[in-house]
């Protein structure tokens, strides 16, 4: 069966995370957007850990649903369109690694897999007494990625340890500000123990195929959502049997259980091209180049994107495509493209009305923005939105990269083409 | 060879003391100096170049950790030779080792049978901590005016102690300096064997310890002390910095060399320090490095501000914070140092709040429980089948307090434990497990916990050897855990013989350094005690001064007027505004709702 799979999430117990990531909120929002099976998140934490056990009971071999009375409670609420979905949990959770390794600062984001909650308890108590897992869901510690790696696949050998994010510059494996210019620097012998990475949401499989370490290693994605809104983001899409294990072989293995991956627009990702946030420089590698790195307001080091770092570690050229390669989806969230169709914030209540209908009428967003037929919308009124998925799914769109720290902007609408758009009569 | 690369890498100073130490040499050495490394080539010189024999050199330490590390290094040193090892050892195990040649086979008192004796014959009513230093300072001769009652308690304990066959660390030395002023043909033979005396530490040598030095020195007169009477905080034990004085009185002909390079602290950090006993001290190190008064607000804004500062030399732990951070960093190039443990509440309590890793040290440790330690002792017999190391399982607090098992069945379980050489390190300690405790073991979050710690032993036959070496060393060292890459919070007392990048020192204030209410003698003790803190600091100082502390106002350290000047940049916390403004907004906020 086709599954989409989101690994990387965030429980309230983790810093900057909304007050609604809860297993409930996970729950819920994973039905509203149409995943299969939702990694934990932070299952170092000893609070969130509890509650997970509380909540949780064993489904399909290492996998977890949501017990039933408290998933009834949820359903009630949701429209008959979705409330009916299957949502799986798989327990996971999102290290930072902060140590010196050859004379060089490194912070390092991993993703742990875990097959089941006795798995669970021998890797917590063993990072317990490396660093301090109370007082954050994505606990620290001043421990080398590689004995955490070493400590993972010490504890149960169908434990999955996965780089999370690699591009970003501050905290990732190939990050251009504190991490490592190969896997085998980072990793040494157990180099080959690393089976699969996360795009993340500033790189694309795309980019990451220019990288010849790589080249058989899976490339999955997910949606390191801090909030349950924001599940799905990115997520990887498998043809799989409902178990860990298959999921997990899958990953490993890089065989035909995995479909593909749904995508952000990297440029959309905070730290896609070079520049400064403070002096407003935004510059595409070319330009960062002809000066040097140096920005030319302040003077300092430009903080150098994502794209300029694929770049530097790539041996093939840009827009290389392997002959045989995995699916590619991009997506616009959809609560985006009603915002910009609508000109207003995606917070606003026209906007959320308009989703939850959408929602109602024809089911999760992932459904709606992948395999909607467009004459259908079209048929309920829905014209407008029928036209921004059309350029979403053939990626005809404007887009403005984002750079330090700044999100890009992805428009479906040219300003002076959108006349044309609103000039039609629009039912809703 | 190790050995002529050993004895060329030194400046002329040591180099000097090396080849020039005989008759009595006392070095004052400051911290940094390579204290360590001159008294180890001193003695690999006497080896290798004069050909003294290993039987004739006494050393002695007055710590574990530097007997043991002075092994190490010379083990090294020696490897390609024939020559043995000279006597290293602690001032006690040096005692007790002489006094088993005389009478029944002394057993060290345990801490945790020491506690318990006191707890029984001052029925709960006298701290045990205040019990046990009068005790001490009574039997080294430091306290002779014992009230009748006090003195009753202490033949109580005596007796006790008797009654087991038991002997404190106390009287080990007492009991060694009776025996050499009786004895003089075992005096004589002391005297005979070493030819060559060296002691380390010797600020931390009390009265009593330094007569039975005189004594074995005898007329021999090779006598190397080296030291720093600027770093002698052990006065309630009765060492004293006045030693060195008493020694120049002793040994007329004695000479006097300083040590004056510090290989350890940035020029900054030396010249701040070299002002507290107006020294003169010089930096190896090119670089100035920092030395920063903060004033701050209270203990809370004092731990935002190290908190900071931390996160900003790692460049942030989340993406909120992230910036440049300096090339090579680790959480263990941090030590917050206070004078009290009670300080380190809110120390921790910020630290937990950004989850930064961090351990404190002289706290109790994991290691210190029972079950914990009998399954260390049993560790250690396996590595080493000593007799006193199986005495030592037989005596654990484990075994003594679960009914005294007969010492067939102990021997016979134990023995019954699997111990193929194929098996891994940890499952050896389930095997010992499984033998000794229920399964319920498995869920106490103490023994989760050194289950954690032990995984970096991973193969049977070295993880045996390094654990025991390991836990040897925390065991010597108040359970600092130096594999572990945390910050480290811990008090000034403990912090000596330690060394990190960057110090931060909770509490310059009066009250705190110096401690409250001392009188003059005691005063210089806190003197030396700050003197200890500061020169911790290899990159980095930051002394840390808020305007109250548990809602009082403080006053200025007295201290401060020593080290204000050139080498200390003041600074206001940049907090501070920022955080006044919300309290006046606060304040403001509170006396409008009071109008209504």
């Known amino acids: 069966m086709e599954l989409i799979v989101d690994l990387h999430t965030h429980s309230h117990f983790s810093r900057a995370t909304s007050k609604e990531a809860t297993i409930e909120g996970l729950y819920k929002w994973g039905k509203i957007k149409g995943i299969d099976v939702i990694g934990t998140g932070d299952f170092t934490h000893p609070g969130w850990f509890a509650e997970i056990r509380d909540k949780l009971e064993p489904a399909e071999p290492g996998l977890f649903s949501l017990k039933a009375e408290l998933a009834k409670e949820i359903d009630t609420q949701l429209p008959t369109k979705i409330s009916s979905r299957q949502i799986r949990f798989i327990l996971t959770v999102e290290i930072s690694n902060i140590y010196s390794k050859n004379d060089k600062i490194r912070k390092l984001h991993h993703l742990i897999i875990a097959p089941s909650f006795a798995a669970v308890s021998q890797i917590n108590s063993k990072l317990d007494r490396i660093g301090n897992l109370k007082s954050d869901g994505r606990p620290i510690l001043g421990l080398d990625s590689k004995e955490l790696l070493k400590i993972v696949l010490d504890s149960d050998k169908d434990n999955f340890f996965i780089p999370a994010h690699i591009w970003t510059p501050w905290f990732s494996l190939f990050g251009s500000k504190s991490g490592f210019n190969s896997i085998r620097e980072a990793f040494e012998e157990l180099s080959s123990e690393i089976k699969a990475i996360e795009t993340g949401l500033s790189s694309d499989p795309y980019m990451n195929w220019r990288v010849k370490e790589l080249e058989n290693i899976t490339i999955i994605s997910n949606s390191d959502a801090h909030s349950p809104q924001k599940l799905g983001r990115e997520a990887t899409l498998l043809n799989c049997q409902l178990n860990y294990l298959d999921i997990i072989n899958g990953m490993k293995t890089n065989d035909k259980r995995i479909v593909g991956t749904i995508e952000f627009f990297p440029q959309e990702g905070k730290y896609h091209y070079d520049g400064h946030k403070n002096c407003s420089v935004c510059f595409a590698p070319l330009e960062t180049k002809k000066h040097q790195g140096i920005c030319p307001v302040c003077h300092k080091p430009l903080t150098i994107g994502v794209d300029y770092r694929v770049d530097e570690l790539s041996y093939l050229p840009p827009g290389y495509i392997p002959k045989k390669h995995k699916k590619v989806e991009y997506i616009i969230p959809l609560i985006e493209i009603i915002a910009e169709i609508k000109n207003v914030g995606t917070s606003s209540n026209k906007v959320q009305s308009v989703y939850d209908n959408l929602i109602a009428t024809f089911g999760s967003e992932f459904e709606i923005l992948r395999g909607l037929s467009l004459d259908k919308l079209t048929k309920l009124g829905y014209q407008d939105i029928a036209f921004g998925l059309e350029k979403m799914r053939h990626s005809e769109v404007l887009i403005e990269p984002g750079y330090d720290g700044v999100f890009g902007k992805i428009k479906i609408f040219d300003k002076n083409k959108r006349q044309e758009i609103s000039g039609q009569k629009s039912l809703f | ?596």
């Not at chain 2, 020696?78 to 006690?92: A, C, E, N, R, V």
């Not at chain 2, 989340?318 to 959480?331: G, P, Q, R, V, Y």
């Not at chain 2, 190391?389 to 679960?402: G, L, M, P, T």
């Not at chain 2, 001392?518 to 200890?532: N, S």
């Open chain 2, 1 to 596: 060879m190790i050995i002529m690369e050993y004895l060329t890498a030194l400046n002329s100073q040591q180099k000097k003391i090396m080849k020039n130490g005989s008759g009595v040499v006392v070095i004052k050495a400051g911290p940094g100096t390579g204290k360590t490394k001159t008294l180890t080539s001193r003695i690999t010189y006497l080896l290798i170049e004069k050909n003294i024999q290993p039987e004739n050199i006494l050393t002695l330490t007055f710590t574990k950790r530097a007997a043991t590390e002075m092994k190490d290094r010379l083990k090294k040193i020696l490897k390609d030779t024939k020559i043995g090892l000279p006597t290293i050892s602690t001032f006690h195990s040096f005692a007790y080792d002489l006094l088993q040649q005389f009478g029944p086979v002394l057993k060290i008192i345990s801490e945790h049978q020491q506690k318990e004796i006191i707890k029984k014959i001052t029925g709960h009513n006298v701290p045990v901590r205040k019990f046990y230093l009068l005790l001490t300072q009574y039997k080294n001769g430091l306290k002779t005016d014992l009230n009748q009652e006090t003195r009753g308690l202490v033949e109580q304990y005596n007796l006790e102690l008797q009654k087991n066959n038991l002997v404190d660390f106390d009287d080990l030395i007492v009991k060694l300096f009776k025996i050499l002023n009786d004895d003089l043909t075992f005096l004589e033979q002391l005297q005979n064997r070493y030819h060559y005396i060296l002691v380390d530490e010797f600020q931390d040598t009390n009265d009593l310890q330094y007569q039975i030095l005189k004594l074995i020195i005898g007329n021999q007169n090779n006598f190397f002390i080296i030291g720093d009477p600027n770093q002698s905080i052990y006065g309630f034990r009765g060492a004293n910095p006045k030693i060195f004085n008493q020694i120049k009185k002793d040994f007329p002909e004695s000479k006097e060399i300083f040590l004056t390079t510090n290989y350890r602290s940035r020029k900054q950090i030396v010249n701040l320090s070299n002002k507290i006993f107006n020294i003169n001290l010089q930096s190896s190190l090119d670089s100035d490095g920092e030395a920063k008064l903060i004033k701050t607000l209270n203990e809370y804004s004092e731990a935002g501000w190290i908190n900071r500062f931390i996160n900003n030399k790692i460049g942030g732990s989340d993406l909120i914070a992230a910036n440049e951070s300096e090339k090579s960093i680790s959480f263990s190039d941090f030590a917050i140092i206070f004078r009290t443990h009670r300080q380190a509440k809110y120390l921790a309590q910020k630290l937990d709040e950004s989850g930064l890793p961090y351990q404190m040290v002289g706290q109790w440790s994991i290691y210190q429980e029972s079950k914990i330690e009998f399954i260390c002792l049993i560790l250690r017999y396996f590595n080493d089948s000593t007799e006193d190391n199986f005495q030592e399982i037989v005596d654990s607090s484990f075994i003594q307090r679960n009914g005294r098992l007969m010492i067939e069945e102990l021997k016979q379980k134990i023995d019954s434990i699997p111990l193929q050489p194929t098996i891994s390190f940890s499952t050896l300690v389930e095997n010992i497990q499984q033998i000794f405790f229920s399964k319920e073991v498995e869920k106490d979050p103490n023994f989760k916990y050194f289950k954690g710690s032990i995984l970096q032993f991973t193969k049977y036959a070295d993880g045996l050897k390094k654990f025991c070496d390991y836990w040897e060393k925390l065991k010597n060292s108040d359970y600092f855990d130096f594999l572990g890459d945390k910050i480290t919070l811990l008090t000034m007392h403990s912090a000596k013989g330690l060394e990190f990048k960057y110090v931060f020192i909770a509490g310059f204030e009066e009250g705190l350094i110096p401690y409250k209410n001392k009188k003059q003698g005691e005063l210089d003790e806190e003197l030396r005690l700050f003197y200890v803190a500061l020169t911790r600091a290899k990159a980095g100082l930051y002394l840390l001064e808020a305007e109250t502390r548990n809602r009082n106002k403080t006053t200025p350290s007295s201290f401060k007027k020593i080290i204000l000047g050139d080498n200390l940049i003041e600074e206001q916390d940049e907090a501070l505004e920022k955080i006044l403004k919300k309290k006046a907004k606060i304040k403001l906020k509170k006396s409008q709702m009071s109008m209504f």
